[in-house]
């Protein structure tokens, strides 16, 4: 499987964006799907998680309230809503596929990584 995320872009602080994640080439809906960040210079960062079927969804404190992850398995297709966003969030921003159905915040445990989309946040 291929993951394709999208959705990055330029924006204020306080403004909203949506990333999307695309997979294609194999199996998508049977695996939970994570997003990561990584800013220059730090290491990747765990953003959210959401299980295989949605049911169990997963935020750090930095992001919770402000960011929400969802999925549409028949599009293969997971996304993350990013709202109050804040100059801190600028990062390049990775979906990633887990090995199992459930919810985890290591990236040791995703083996399928998109390539990355950039967001920047201006203040």
């Known amino acids: 499987v291929q993951l394709q995320a999208s959705g990055g872009g330029l924006v204020q602080a306080g403004d909203s964006l949506t990333l999307s994640c695309a997979a294609s080439g194999g199996t998508f809906s049977s695996y939970a799907v994570g997003w990561f960040r990584q800013a220059p210079g730090k290491k990747r960062d765990f953003v959210a998680a959401i299980s295989w079927s949605g049911g169990n969804i997963f935020y750090p404190h930095s992001v919770k309230g402000r960011f929400t992850i969802s999925r549409d398995n028949a599009k293969n297709t997971a996304y993350l809503q990013m709202n109050s966003l804040k100059p801190e969030d600028t990062a390049v921003y990775y979906c990633?596929?887990?090995?199992?159905?459930?919810?985890?915040?290591?990236?040791?445990?995703?083996?399928?990584w998109g390539q990355g989309t950039l967001v920047t946040v201006s203040s």
């Open positions: 990633a596929r887990k090995r199992d159905r459930w919810v985890g915040i290591s990236p040791d445990d995703y083996d399928v």
